[in-house]
């Protein structure tokens, strides 16, 4: 009996013990905290490259293969240093069409968009009767370092509006 109260208030190991129970709560805390700070970050990259993009594609009065595969390449070295494999985007012109919104041309890099002709769900009063309007969508398949400890791979994207600047529609040559 003597020997089980002895062990009882020996207290030198007591701060070891804690910080054994504990210490696996704390990793899981950091890396949570790293992942959310990389999706963060891989968010707001994307939209800069969709919003960047956007705003090429809206100052071109006309569009041809080099300056799209310019446009992507811009997009590209926004997302960098993230691995660009993940990464699909889409480039299109949405035109008025009688009160019905519809695909004029698109361009499509890693990513499903739409056919020439398709509808589309645009906000409403963005297309101006007779206008047009340049939709650019980034969609990235984030794939977290830690992704079995915390989270699985999950898609970020994000989509950006503008009004061509200098033309009633940017033509695709």
């Known amino acids: 009996m ?97 009160g019905a919104n519809v695909i004029e041309w698109v361009d499509v890099d890693g990513a499903v968009g739409g056919s020439p002709g398709d509808a589309v769900d645009i906000p409403e009063g963005l297309v101006l009767p007779g206008g047009s309007v340049i939709v650019v969508e980034v969609t990235y398949d984030y794939a977290p370092v830690f992704a079995d400890l915390i989270l699985d791979t999950f898609t970020i994207s994000d989509v950006a509006y503008l009004r061509p600047r200098r033309t009633v529609k940017v033509v695709r040559q």
């Open 2 to 98: 003597t020997r089980l109260l002895a062990f009882l208030r020996d207290q030198r190991a007591i701060a070891a013990s804690e910080f054994a129970l504990i210490l696996p709560f704390l990793v899981v805390l950091l890396l949570g905290t790293v992942e959310a700070g990389n999706a963060l970050l891989m968010h707001r990259k994307i939209t800069a490259a969709t919003q960047t993009g956007a705003d090429l594609a809206a100052q071109a009065t006309a569009l041809d293969d080099v300056d799209i595969a310019n446009l992507f390449d811009a997009m590209d070295a926004i997302l960098e240093p993230f691995p660009l494999g993940p990464a699909g985007y889409v480039i299109e012109s949405v035109v008025d069409d009688g």
